[in-house]
């Protein structure tokens, strides 16, 4: 497919079920730029199958770099081989059919006139918490959208030139809370990115888990006490970084009492999760960022 968009997937210990991503989104772009991030033997065979018979570029590092720095090594290739968009992707990630193409669709048709949007970003689908998954898929015309300050990287179809006016992906975060200072730096240079409703992407948010309390469906991403640290580190580098931002610091208030309540009410492990929690704030006030150590 000639759409003139590199896509960029890091891979790590994803093993088999990268096939659904891949497949999924093969056929929908002009190229696939495989990041891996020193994964596991199953992860490695899956990627070299997949190199004998598609079309695509895989970069192999000798060590786990980080979502940030793997993410920009697939950028730069994009941007050597002047692609007009890059489009990352989540490796547990599954693009319904069409996604790429209703997204330029509403592009082309409804705000290409407008040089601010740079960013196109497709619903999310929790594959672990929507009732109808069947259902949801995406569809051209009728297109319905709306302005937002920042979302995740998976699916994110972004003009490959923001790169160079912007920054690349903030390396020293190494993972989480990258996608939103990328996406916050995108509206500090008064550029615009928008949501696309009718393009759909299953997403996995941590190991997402239902907890029924009081006749309430409660959601828990169930995240590792490693990534407790990073989300915590990195959380409290965004918002020193972009105080200044009401929109943003109101959205994490409330996201960070949310998780802290059902880490301590409703998640396993809840004391080391705390324990890397604090570890995470201690670093970041000693201004040590990069891989835990």
Not at 153 to 161: F, W, Y
Not at 209 to 230: D, E, M, P, Q, T
Request: hydrophobic fraction near 35%; glycine fraction near 4%; include cysteine.
């Amino acid at each position: 497919m000639e759409n003139n968009v590199c896509c960029i997937i890091v891979t790590y210990n994803i093993g088999i079920k990268f096939y659904e991503c891949f497949n999924a989104i093969i056929n929908q772009v002009e190229k696939v730029v495989i990041v891996d991030n020193c994964s596991n033997k199953e992860t490695l065979n899956v990627l070299k199958n997949i190199k004998q018979t598609n079309n695509v570029m895989i970069l192999y590092n000798n060590k786990n770099m980080g979502i940030a720095t793997a993410l920009n090594q697939g950028v730069r290739y994009a941007l050597d081989n002047k692609y007009e968009w890059v489009l990352t992707m989540d490796n547990d990630s599954q693009a319904t059919d069409n996604m790429v193409e209703v997204m330029l669709s509403c592009y082309e048709t409804c705000l290409k006139s407008e040089e601010s949007i740079v960013g196109i970003f497709p619903e999310y689908i929790n594959r672990n918490t929507e009732k109808d998954i069947k259902f949801c898929k995406s569809t051209f015309g009728n297109y319905k959208y709306n302005e937002i300050v920042f979302d995740n990287t998976s699916g994110n179809l972004v003009k490959s030139d923001v790169f160079t006016k912007v920054g690349f992906f903030k390396e020293e975060l190494f993972i989480d809370s990258v996608d939103h200072d990328f996406c916050l730096r995108v509206k500090e240079a008064g550029k615009k990115m928008i949501k696309v409703n009718n393009a759909k992407l299953y997403h996995n948010l941590g190991n997402m888990r239902v907890y029924n309390f009081l006749g309430l469906k409660i959601n828990c991403s169930n995240h590792s006490a490693l990534r407790r640290y990073y989300i915590t580190r990195n959380r409290c580098y965004i918002r020193r970084r972009y105080k200044n931002n009401s929109d943003y610091m109101r959205y994490d208030r409330k996201t960070l009492i949310n998780e802290n309540l059902k880490i301590i009410f409703f998640e396993s492990d809840k004391l080391r999760k705390m324990r890397m929690c604090i570890k995470g704030y201690k670093d970041f006030k000693n201004d040590k960022y990069g891989e835990f150590e």
